[in-house]
Structure formats: C-alpha cells, structure tokens
T-cell receptor
Framework: AQSVTQPDIHITVSEGASLELRCNYS??????LFWYVQSPGQGLQLLLK??????LVQGIKGFEAEFKRSQSSFNLRKPSVHWSDAAEYFC??????????FGTGTRLKVLA | ETGVTQTPRHLVMGMTNKKSLKCEQHLGHNAMYWYKQSAKKPLELMFVYSLEERVENNSVPSRFSPECPNSSHLFLHLHTLQPEDSALYLC????????????FGPGTRLLVL
C-alpha cells in the first residue's frame, strides 16, 4: 500500500541552526512529492514540490528538498532556521489524479 | 478575496444539531476536496469533487453530506455527529491533473459536544 512516513514527531532546533526533516514514501513508481507547512490555526501552505528533473528542489522561505530514489526519501532542509519557522511540516505524495497521501507531520520548535 | 476561504472558522454543536461548513475558492480551480485533520493522525481525505461531480468518497459516515453546487463552492452538511467527529476540517482546491498542487483553506475547528 502507498504510504508516507515522517519518523520524527517533534524536532527542536536552536535559531540559526540547520534543519533536516525526514520523509520516506512507499510507492512503486516515482510519485509527485510535496512538502507543506501548517502554522497554528491555519491551513497547509505549499513549500515545494517535485515531479521530475533536478532532484534538488528549491522552495519558498529558504527551504529545499532532495529526492533520493534509491532511498525513497524526500527530506526537507534549511541551512539556518528562523523563529518564524516553528510550525508543523507535512510531507505528501500524489500517486495519481485526486490522490494525495500525507504523513503524520513533524512539529518543529525553535529555541531563541 | 483570494485563495481558499472557509466559514465558519470555529463551530460548536451538539450531537442533534444540523450545521453546514462552507468553502469557497477564488483560484479558478476545478477540483475541490474535504479533509479531516485529527491530532496525531494523517490528513484523511473525505470527499473529492471534480467539475462538480463527486469522484471520491472514502468510506465517510452518512452523517457527513457534501455538496458542490459549482466549481467555486463546496459545502459539508453535518447532522447527528459524534464527539469523535471533533477535528479540524480543511477544504482544498486544485486543477484537475495528476500531481497538481492543492491549495488549502484555513479550516473549520469543529467541536461536537
């Protein structure tokens, strides 16, 4: 069955430190891959997405993600975290039209 | 207004009440979605409408009834809900094509007493 795993439920980093959020997916072919961010009381906002081509994808707010087919991973990174990045982050795959599978999310806390 | 809007933002209802959630998108999309977001669980896709026709219904109890009168509006009619239905209900829209980005509204926080 298709699935998305975000192994880290909570992550705490200091402001200015680098960040990597993990995402692994289970799917036979290369799906469309997304990272979304959700601030408290808000809906999900797209950070970036991958569907083909360069495996390093740049997104908004200084985020990037790297697709690694051999590891079925699509990890999100940011070189220097800001306090405003504290939020919940969701990885998602789309194996087809109308089909979107989300991970359980990683809640990021940023220490001043 | 731009993007995807949802009303109300918060709703408290008893188990015998009838209420409706409203979603409106101003993006020119032709697919709309209802999701349920509960703590510590992945987003659950409830319903999908494409070109105003329901294309997905993921084993959702009949106490939830969707309606899509046109490509810009989506409703979720609620009746005889249970306390376990308390959650954040998110609406999203997209173009109809594989891998299209979904755009989400801010959600309706529902509490069933």
């Amino acid at each position: 069955a298709q699935s998305v795993t975000q192994p880290d439920i909570h992550i705490t980093v200091s402001e200015g430190a680098s960040l990597e959020l993990r995402c692994n997916y289970s799917y036979g072919a290369t799906p469309y891959l997304f990272w979304y961010v959700q601030s408290p009381g808000q809906g999900l906002q797209l950070l970036l997405k991958y569907f083909s081509g360069d495996t390093l994808v740049q997104g908004i707010k200084g985020f990037e993600a790297e697709f690694k087919r051999s590891q079925s991973s699509f990890n999100l990174r940011k070189p220097s975290v800001h306090w405003s990045d504290a939020a919940e982050y969701f990885c998602a795959v789309s194996p087809g039209t109308y089909k979107y599978i989300f991970g359980t999310g990683t809640r990021l806390k940023v220490l001043a | 207004e731009t993007g995807v809007t949802q009303t109300p933002r918060h709703l408290v209802m008893g188990m015998t009440n009838k209420k409706s959630l409203k979603c409106e998108q101003h993006l020119g999309h032709n697919a709309m979605y209802w999701y349920k977001q509960s703590a510590k669980k992945p987003l659950e896709l409830m319903f999908v409408y494409s070109l105003e026709e329901r294309v997905e219904n993921n084993s959702v109890p009949s106490r939830f009834s969707p309606e899509c009168p046109n490509s810009s509006h989506l409703f979720l009619h609620l009746h005889t809900l249970q306390p376990e239905d308390s959650a954040l209900y998110l609406c999203a829209s997209s173009l109809v094509s594989a891998g299209e980005t979904q755009y989400f509204g801010p959600g309706t926080r529902l509490l069933v007493l």
